[in-house]
Nanobody, 120 residues
């Protein structure tokens, strides 16, 4: 199994950015997907997750209303659309795949991470 994140970069505050996670050799449609951020000196944080059964979504309070997670089971991708970005969103973003969305932080399938830097 391999997860590859695409789409990081450096943007200005209030800009938008879209991250994609492509899954290889995974029965993607049966896995919940999550996006995490890991900022320097802080704990890794789950910011968005999407279940496999009904594509229900959940968000952390810090990104609710600004980030949108989606999935395409035909393309084996899970995207994170980020709008109105803030400097505090600066972090390395990782995607993860797990059978149960409630325990996605325990996943053994992780991408390599992509850096997002938001300047003020």
């Amino acid at each position: 199994v391999r997860l590859v994140e695409i789409g990081g970069g450096t943007v200005q505050a209030r800009d938008s950015l879209r991250l994609s996670c492509v899954a290889y050799e995974l029965t993607f449609k049966y896995y919940a997907m999550g996006w995490f951020l890991h900022a320097p000196g802080k704990e890794r944080e789950l910011v968005a997750a999407i279940d496999w059964a009904d594509a229900s979504t959940s968000y952390s309070d810090s990104v609710k209303g600004r980030f949108t997670i989606s999935r395409d089971n035909d393309k084996n991708t899970a995207d994170l659309e980020m709008t109105n970005l803030k400097p505090e969103d600066t972090a390395v973003y990782y995607c993860a795949a797990h059978k149960a969305v409630d325990t996605i932080a325990q996943s053994r399938f992780w991408g390599q991470g992509t850096q997002v830097t938001v300047s003020s």
